[in-house]
């Protein structure tokens, strides 16, 4: 592994071009395309879209098995209320997490 043998500074683009020079033609071609690609602006707000699209789709697991469930045969009425509930509140988390990631995105 060279690039733990050298004084890189990734910061630094004479550093990196001086590694880039020790490199054979492939392997530079490879770094200066991973060096090329554009990094997000706001590295905070694509952690937050992230997190939320990941709660979104945890939210509509949970709903839909609670929905497949409502429609298993001999369930009791304590049963049924406890399920619907459970769809009701998963609904609503639903769209809270979808009004949150709306607000922010008309907050950027």
Known sequence: MKILSTELKP?????LNR?????PPEEEAQISGWLMQRLPGEPATVAREWWIGLSQANLRRELEAAESQLHRPHLTTGEVMRLQKQVLDLREQLHDVHRFSSARAHET
């Open 11 to 15: 910061d630094d683009p004479a550093s």
């Open 19 to 23: 590694f880039q020079t020790t490199l």
